[in-house]
């Protein structure tokens, strides 16, 4: 499919620092419905069509498919490497060992440097590839304060290294933020966190915001394709709102381009993800043109109903009572 976006629309973001980024990246989750084979197809044609930003982890098992992908554009020269914004992240096995972590998705991927280093999840407890939502892993633990300040002072080794060139924090709540900022060396640049219409996190997005941390939002759709797991009696599908229709209609796109644009305007960086090259290009050329009106961003606003779709279910510990412990709802940090 041939593409003609306009580049220089593609919308940017200023980080605390100054550094100026891409405003819209593009996912490395197959949400274990697509291969790793799959998913880089799509990179490739991604990078074809414009897209610079590109967000992975260690743990969807595909970075070294990818990473020569990233290779072959930059040795084609369709991209430098300096183009490229790639983000990865360190699973929760390896909290304990974040420089051979990091340094193995850098080799994986094949890009020197690592732009944007994430810790995933704000504890150690990890799942096995593709499990169930009962599944439980006994060494679990709750949130520890120390134990995040000391995963995080390796991230800050690795920029001292030259290894990455910024941290990023995950799934993390205000209580843990307020918790963990006031120890850490390095301030993180950006926070991504579950942001789609129907689950704006408004009070959270807002903390971050004021504390020059940029919102990174994964799931901009509702990830209708997102794993078994994931998926909970009592769901709502964003995209298939009638407000969300009605916006559609106005702009002659699908939903799908409401919600992205509903991100972008609303200044968090939203991460969409695709296989289907029609819809590569329509996530990116949406926010090029016709924004949405300050009266359909307030409609929008509106459908906020507390909407997680990522509950953790797999990340409780044995004294947990239910996922919502893992999300701190009750203002403080469940032990």
Same mark, same amino acid.
């Given at each position: 499919?041939?593409?003609?976006?306009?580049?220089?629309?593609?919308?940017?973001?200023?980080?605390?620092?100054?550094?100026?980024?891409?405003?819209?990246?593009?996912?490395?989750?197959?949400?274990?419905?697509?291969?790793?084979?799959?998913?880089?197809?799509?990179?490739?044609?991604?990078?074809?069509?414009?897209?610079?930003?590109?967000?992975?982890?260690?743990?969807?098992?595909?970075?070294?498919?990818?990473?020569?992908?990233?290779?072959?554009?930059?040795?084609?020269?369709?991209?430098?490497?300096?183009?490229?914004?790639?983000?990865?992240?360190?699973?929760?096995?390896?909290?304990?060992?974040?420089?051979?972590?990091?340094?193995?998705?850098?080799?994986?991927?094949?890009?020197?440097?690592?732009?944007?280093?994430?810790?995933?999840?704000?504890?150690?407890?990890?799942?096995?590839?593709?499990?169930?939502?009962?599944?439980?892993?006994?060494?679990?633990?709750?949130?520890?304060?120390?134990?995040?300040?000391?995963?995080?002072?390796? +991230?800050?080794?690795?920029?001292?290294?030259?290894?990455?060139?910024?941290?990023?924090?995950?799934?993390?709540?205000?209580?843990?933020?307020?918790?963990?900022?006031?120890?850490?060396?390095?301030?993180?640049?950006?926070?991504?966190?579950?942001?789609?219409?129907?689950?704006?996190?408004?009070?959270?997005?807002?903390?971050?915001?004021?504390?020059?941390?940029?919102?990174?939002?994964?799931?901009?759709?509702?990830?209708?394709?997102?794993?078994?797991?994931?998926?909970?009696?009592?769901?709502?599908?964003?995209?298939?709102?009638?407000?969300?229709?009605?916006?559609?209609?106005?702009?002659?796109?699908?939903?799908?381009?409401?919600?992205?644009?509903?991100?972008?305007?609303?200044?968090?960086?939203?991460?969409?993800?695709?296989?289907?090259?029609?819809?590569?290009?329509?996530?990116?050329? +949406?926010?090029?043109?016709?924004?949405?009106?300050?009266?359909?961003?307030?409609?929008?606003?509106?459908?906020? +109903?507390?909407?997680?779709?990522?509950?953790?279910?797999?990340?409780?510990?044995?004294?947990?009572?239910?996922?919502?412990?893992?999300?701190?709802?009750?203002?403080?940090?469940?032990?």
């Amino acid at each position: 499919m041939e593409a003609n976006i306009n580049l220089q629309a593609i919308p940017k973001v200023t980080l605390a620092s100054g550094e100026v980024i891409p405003g819209v990246g593009m996912g490395m989750f197959g949400s274990d419905r697509c291969s790793a084979e799959q998913v880089a197809q799509a990179i490739a044609y991604g990078i074809k069509v414009g897209y610079r930003m590109f967000d992975g982890a260690a743990c969807y098992g595909n970075e070294a498919v990818i990473g020569p992908v990233f290779k072959e554009a930059i040795d084609s020269g369709i991209v430098s490497r300096e183009d490229l914004y790639i983000m990865t992240k360190v699973w929760n096995d390896s909290h304990d060992k974040v420089e051979a972590a990091c340094r193995k998705s850098i080799n994986d991927l094949q890009c020197e440097y690592v732009d944007m280093y994430f810790i995933h999840w704000p504890f150690p407890n990890y799942h096995a590839p593709g499990c169930d939502v009962d599944s439980r892993n006994p060494d679990s633990k709750p949130f520890s304060v120390d134990e995040f300040v000391k995963t995080y002072r390796q +991230c800050e080794e690795l920029v001292e290294k030259g290894l990455i060139r910024n941290i990023g924090l995950s799934n993390m709540t205000i209580p843990k933020l307020e918790a963990v900022l006031p120890q850490l060396k390095i301030k993180p640049a950006t926070c991504e966190i579950e942001l789609h219409p129907c689950f704006q996190q408004q009070e959270l997005f807002d903390y971050l915001v004021e504390h020059k941390i940029h919102p990174i939002g994964y799931m901009p759709l509702g990830s209708p394709a997102r794993p078994e797991r994931d998926i909970m009696p009592g769901d709502v599908a964003d995209m298939d709102l009638p407000e969300m229709k009605a916006i559609a209609k106005a702009h002659n796109v699908h939903p799908a381009a409401v919600a992205l644009k509903w991100a972008s305007q609303r200044g968090q960086i939203p991460i969409p993800f695709s296989t289907t090259e029609k819809n590569i290009v329509a996530n990116l050329e +949406c926010l090029t043109k016709d924004p949405l009106t300050e009266e359909e961003m307030q409609v929008i606003a509106g459908l906020e +109903c507390n909407n997680r779709l990522v509950k953790g279910h797999v990340f409780l510990w044995e004294s947990a009572d239910d996922w919502q412990d893992l999300w701190d709802e009750e203002g403080y940090i469940v032990k």
